[in-house]
């Protein structure tokens, strides 16, 4: 096996794991373990780094840190509530901890532990949370489709959605260096790389304009900037100019920008691999409605309801997160 977890030579049966089944598209482009790698070369530079998992490491991607520096690794077992009490208890002692397990479990079921242990002391614990949203198969025990609405009202929590392995790999050293506690919604495995091709910088709490566009305006986050991408290309071929606005950072949120993108005259699509319920959907409606700014907006995003299980694929066509659904819900809409 690589660093990555995958063979190194040879050849293997194809497979796909409803679990960890990759949510990259046909051909693009992707980096192994972005998050894995991105905090091992973190670790390097800064002594105080560490590392935790509820032992999911191979499938947060954490294994890569913890074959790196495994006397700076913390296997806690099935016990998100110790890890993230452990977490805290490494951070009062000086130490910057990333804890990683799946969101639904950092998020449901540790939830407590996360608001009083670590956001209400402001410590510098770093959750790391794998699955988020529809990004596996397994229905709704381990599908965080709702962490987001969870998490925003938690006072002092920094919340971050990377679009890709660019966002990821630069977004873990910004939040190392964040004082307060953060929440990660990370993409694992082989995933996308497409940032590079935008001359994009991740900064915290700010949104990025990926491109320009007088008909349509996505503002997307997570997974769905790069289906946002996608869809915006094709729609050139209908004569349909479309922008990209990416916001990799949920919380603290970038009104001025939102505002400012969504007060054009022109139909705005919201974009988030998370319900229409407390996420990216509600948070552009309130800006808007604050700002006194009114816009013929549309949201894409995850019914208010336990989803099915499935190949992933087929699930992201049925809940409208696929190229061709954004686009067909663009011609209607326009």
Do not use: W
């Not at 089944?21 to 105080?48: M, V, W």
């Amino acid at each position: 096996m690589n660093a990555a977890g995958a063979p190194a030579t040879g050849t293997r049966r194809l497979t796909t794991s409803a679990m960890i089944a990759s949510i990259a598209e046909e051909g693009q482009r992707t980096t192994k373990a972005p998050f894995g790698h991105a905090l091992a070369r973190l670790a390097g530079e800064r002594p105080d780094i560490v590392g935790l998992s509820a032992d999911l490491a191979k499938y947060t991607d954490m294994h890569v840190f913890r074959e790196a520096y495994p006397a700076r690794f913390f296997q806690m077992g099935m016990a998100e509530q110790a890890m993230l009490g452990a977490a805290a208890g490494l951070a009062k002692s000086g130490l910057t901890p990333f804890a990683s397990t799946y969101s639904v479990f950092a998020t449901r079921r540790a939830y407590d532990f996360l608001c009083l242990d670590i956001a209400e002391p402001g410590l510098n614990v770093n959750v790391v949370g794998a699955l988020p949203g529809l990004t596996t198969g397994y229905g709704p025990s381990h599908q965080a489709t709702e962490d987001l609405a969870i998490l925003r009202a938690m006072p002092g929590l920094t919340i971050v959605d990377p679009a890709d392995s660019v966002d990821i790999e630069q977004a873990v050293p910004v939040l190392a260096a964040h004082p307060g506690p953060t929440y990660l919604r990370l993409l694992r495995g082989a995933v996308p790389t497409v940032l590079d091709e935008y001359d994009y910088t991740f900064r915290l709490g700010r949104a990025a304009e990926l491109r320009g566009g007088r008909d349509v305006l996505f503002i997307s986050t997570g997974l769905m900037t790069v289906r946002a991408l996608s869809a915006a290309r094709e729609l050139e071929r209908d004569h349909v100019d479309a922008a990209v606005l990416h916001v990799p950072t949920i919380k603290p949120f970038d009104h001025e920008a939102v505002v400012r993108e969504a007060a054009k005259d022109r139909l705005v699509v919201t974009l988030e691999n998370h319900s229409v319920i407390g996420g990216l959907a509600e948070s552009v409606a309130s800006s808007l409605a604050f700002a006194r700014v009114t816009a013929h907006l549309v949201p894409v995003g995850l019914p208010d309801e336990f989803l099915a299980a499935g190949a992933l694929p087929t699930l992201h066509d049925r809940y409208g997160l696929s190229v061709a659904a954004i686009k067909d819900l663009v011609r209607r809409e326009l």
